[in-house]
């Protein structure tokens, strides 16, 4: 397939990189930071611009920059004709609707260009019409195992259950890493803890694997931590209302 | 090394296991229930007694039990010329201070004995005196490459930080899954952004992996998602408190 991507940010770079590894030619890359198109450009073997009317014909065009630039973004683009997704995990596919054929192609994973590695990424797709749905599912097929043609509504749902399992638990990290660093134990030491915690969903529920002394009711303990949490009134709010939570869902 | 093994839950097992595989001799398993003190024996092929006056001569006796019975197991044990370590995070090891030669074994892991494959275990251990704080070095890195000599406070902060990491971590994964029941949305679609999440710490802090809406003020997207929760009060206070948590630590 011949793609031009627009957009030079996180997505843009891993999505560019994912369908080339695939076969895909990315004929051009379109960013506002001329530098930074020609960058991603050079990765991709690719063209670059920072001028709308420069914009070359290609199967699909991918709008891989912030929710809200895609309106403006997609006013100042001549591309009436042609086949447009946007990446975006909450923004309803009918922005692009002055195209012909426009659907989304949205990676349920976290994306950074600075990562060596590319990581599964489940995508979750949508398309104005079959002709295009297919052409995405074909194109998400190249790149990927999971695959799964949902609504903008159930799009959004699966985007805040994202919220909670992606930036809530790394925030749990973060406090937990400041914690250590605060009273000078390794955070590092809890690596595997936090790696196998991850992996072990892959055999087990969550439920399943829920241990600890809040889900045991383990009073001693919990004043333990309480009394260690003494300096750290924010820390303690947040441990009492998981504990609270936990021992609700028993 | 010749080891006794009291207890056959979750961590007598695994630890039991590692210590075979790295050819240590588990000369007994101790249970109050003899068909678990059997079966562990069993794949430890060890022998097994419920009798507290046939436990054996060993090198080291492994007080796998639960936090509450250390204590009462250790006043029924006739050991006090041997060698004893516990493995519970928040108990001093001065609980054992009869014995001759005490100490803590304590796996800073989340273990289970269904588990087919091993985890890597940290281990933080501590002991009465230098001969047997030698012992228990060799011990753990007989099993493992993490391993750290800590004191009674620190062993309970480190767990504290586990509970957040690990327990806390897996609520948040429980939360999710009963949102995506509930909405007919498919949890194991998030899996691989789970375990992204878990595995970028291997190279990023977790405030570098920090993304999502709250740390971008994207308050559009927030009351997208405020409004998918409407039904779910509980989830609802969740979320509001760390988007809030997430914006302070900016």
Redesign the interface.
């Known amino acids: 397939m011949e793609i031009v991507i627009i957009g030079t940010g996180n997505t843009a770079s891993v999505l560019g990189r994912k369908f080339k590894e695939a076969g895909h030619r990315i004929v051009q890359v379109f960013g506002r930071n001329k530098t930074a198109a020609s960058e991603l450009a050079n990765v991709l073997a690719a063209e670059h611009t920072d001028r709308w009317n420069k914009i070359k014909e290609a199967d699909l065009y991918l709008l891989a920059v912030s929710?809200?630039a895609i309106e403006e973004v997609m006013s100042k683009l001549n591309l009436n004709e042609k086949t447009i997704v946007h990446t975006a995990?909450?923004v309803s596919k009918d922005v692009l609707k002055n195209a012909r054929h426009y659907g989304v192609f949205y990676p349920?994973?976290?994306l950074?260009k600075e990562?060596t590695g590319l990581?599964?990424?489940?995508l979750?797709i949508d398309a104005s019409d079959e002709k295009t749905l297919h052409l995405l599912k074909e194109l998400a097929n190249s790149i990927s195992e999971?695959m799964?043609v949902?609504d903008d509504e159930?799009r959004?749902?699966?985007?805040?259950?994202?919220?909670?399992?992606?930036?809530?638990?790394?925030?749990?990290?973060?406090?937990?890493?400041?914690?250590?660093v605060q009273?000078g134990?390794?955070?590092r030491?809890?690596?595997?803890?936090?790696?196998?915690?991850?992996?072990?969903?892959?055999?087990?529920?969550?439920?399943q694997?829920?241990?600890?002394?809040?889900?045991r009711c383990?009073t001693?303990?919990i004043h333990?931590?309480l009394a260690?949490?003494k300096a750290y009134p924010?820390?303690k709010a947040?441990?009492t209302?998981?504990t609270e939570?936990?021992q609700?869902?028993r």
């Open positions: 929710d809200t995990a909450s349920l994973q976290s950074r990562a990581p599964e990424i489940p979750l999971k799964k949902v159930e959004v749902k699966l985007h805040l259950a994202a919220v909670f399992s992606n930036n809530f638990v790394n925030h749990l990290y973060v406090m937990t890493e400041k914690y250590c009273e134990v390794d955070f030491l809890l690596l595997p803890l936090i790696k196998e915690t991850a992996n072990r969903l892959d055999v087990f529920s969550p439920s694997a829920q241990t600890g002394p809040a889900i383990d001693e303990t333990k931590h260690a949490l924010q820390w947040l441990y209302l998981f939570s936990i609700k869902e």
